[in-house]
């Protein structure tokens, strides 16, 4: 009875993390070949667009990003700039005015009320038929704007661009990660609808804007709200925005389990999209996607447990040879871990494990404050390399 227990503990969790990492992707890629169609009509008439930066003590990169948004290629009459600031302490809006003359506009929100809030207010004030959002730190392509363009149609509300990081980060592990997680991004978009934005680079139609509670995860609950109005939200690949990845682990760790806090605060109250029966497709992508992915650390855990009391119970040689798997793969980290802290090469092999860990980490703290009530509303700028 033990033994029948402790393998369905195993087998369950081992499938359960099997299938959101590996086998779910797999199965949009099959759907994907078998009935994708790639034809994407151009806009008739290019839309008015607004593309809103976020900033909270950015100055070492605001103007940067002020002066890659005033090189993108999209007709000036069609396109203004809007800067909030989340109540900046620094010298972000003293920056942000300098570039009054060129058109930017700079709107401070005092009281230090979070992205999600700052974008609300910010949007109830545009007239312009798209709003782009993004971070002060991602820089965009020429043609970013334009391919975000591009992705609308009449059944789109939302369209998400792609993030990629500068080959010189330090987090390798954050751009493999990304990289993985665009693919997926992509096929899901073609499937039905991409799960969740990506507050680097999104943008919405004004009239499908829904007004966010100020504690859930702007770029995450926004295309949820929109597939809850019966629109679609849809990656647009060649819309790409460039970042740095945190310079350390840790910050990486800190803001993995902010982002996994506030995301399962946003999924409770979307809980109504995770019906199969009034949402067929989406309910399997965002299970898929992002519960089981979220619920990996504990997986992670069932698994180790559930293979060790085996071990114990009948130590067959499936099991030991299991389990020493996965001793090898927590060895493997716990040497990345050493050798990132003492700053010396880490080949992949050790920093992979590590990263993953590392974020599985951050995503069950992020559990944790779920379950125990606490949510993290504001952000904090991470330390960033200036290029």
């Known amino acids: 009875m033990i033994e029948s227990t402790l393998l369905v503990a195993l087998v369950a969790s081992v499938a359960l993390l099997v299938w959101t990492y590996f086998l ?25 667009v607004a593309l809103v930066i976020a900033a909270y003590n950015e100055e070492e990169v605001i103007a940067e990003k002020i002066e890659n948004s005033l090189d993108l290629a999209y007709p000036d009459d069609r396109f203004s700039i809007v800067v909030f600031s989340d109540a900046s302490s620094d010298r972000t809006d003293e920056i942000v005015r300098s570039y009054e003359s060129e058109g930017v506009k700079l709107i401070r929100i005092e ?93 919405v139609r004004n009239s499908s804007y829904v007004p966010l509670s100020r504690d859930t995860i702007s770029d995450f609950a926004e295309p949820l709200a929109i597939v809850s109005n ?27 389990s902010r982002i996994a806090t506030r995301s399962w605060h946003t999924i409770a109250k979307f809980s109504h999209l995770l019906n199969p029966v009034s949402y067929p497709l989406f309910s399997l992508q965002l299970f898929s996607h992002k519960i089981l992915r979220w619920l990996s650390p504990i ?12 071990v114990l119970v009948s130590p067959s040689p499936v099991y030991v040879v299991l389990l020493g798997a996965q001793i ?21 092999v050790t920093y992979v494990p590590y990263y993953f860990l590392t974020s599985n980490y951050g995503m069950l703290i992020g559990l944790w404050n779920f379950v125990v009530g606490q949510n993290i509303v504001t952000w904090d700028t991470a330390t960033r390399k200036t290029n």
Not at 32 to 47: A, G, N
Request: hydrophobic letters at 40%.
């Open 299 to 310: 997986l992670l855990a069932g698994t180790i447990i559930a293979n060790l009391g085996l």
């Open 328 to 348: 090898l793969f927590y060895s493997l980290a716990a040497i990345g871990a050493v050798h990132d802290r003492m700053g010396l090469l880490n080949p992949i």
């Open 24 to 48: 779910y992707p797999a199965f949009l890629f099959v759907w994907v070949s078998l009935t994708s169609d790639t034809d994407r009509s151009e806009p008739d008439e290019l839309p008015s």
């Open 230 to 256: 019966g629109e679609k939200a849809v990656y647009a690949k060649d819309a790409t925005a460039w970042e740095s990845t945190a310079e350390q682990v840790e910050e990486e760790l800190s803001r993995r």
């Open 111 to 203: 009281g230090r009320v979070g992205k999600t809030e700052c974008q609300n207010r910010v949007a109830e004030r545009l007239d312009e038929e798209i709003i782009a959002f993004s971070d002060a730190n991602s820089m965009y392509e020429p043609d970013a704007i334009m391919e975000l363009v591009r992705g609308f149609d009449s059944e789109v509300g939302c369209v998400v661009g792609e993030l990629k990081y500068r080959d010189s980060s330090d987090v390798e592990g954050e751009s493999l990660y990304w990289k993985y997680e665009s693919a997926i991004k992509q096929l899901e978009s073609t499937f039905h609808s991409t799960v969740a934005g990506n507050g680097a680079i999104y943008a």
